[in-house]
């Protein structure tokens, strides 16, 4: 994840930040996310904070998500968005949910 938000992004199109696929990257970084958070889930779930895991979980992938935009803020073609982290939270909301529903099975 780090690597890729570390590339100058150019858009569909080739024009530079963006060209008109704004609703396929909100969906992407959602699906991003999702899959964050479910490693992250796995990897607290079997540790010795599994009574609070779901929290730690929205915790640390939100703080990554943060993280992550920031790091784009210093990339050139890149912006820090708020957007970008509502939709990451989404999937990580997903995500969450999504692993407890599992872990029931």
């Not at 990257?25 to 607290?44: D, M, P, Q, T």
């Not at 050139?76 to 529903?101: C, E």
């Amino acid at each position: 994840m780090f690597y890729f938000s570390s590339q100058s992004f150019i858009g569909i199109g080739g024009q530079r930040g963006g060209g008109g696929g704004e609703n396929l990257n909100y969906f992407l970084h959602s699906i991003e996310y999702l899959f964050l958070s479910l490693l992250v889930a796995r990897g607290f779930h079997n540790s010795r904070f599994k009574k609070i895991s779901s929290f730690l979980t929205l915790i640390v992938s939100v703080l990554y998500g943060i993280s992550d935009e920031v790091h784009q803020y210093f990339v050139p073609g890149r912006m820090f968005s708020l957007i970008d982290i509502l939709t990451d939270l989404m999937g990580i909301i997903i995500g969450v949910i999504l692993y407890r529903r599992i872990k029931k099975f």
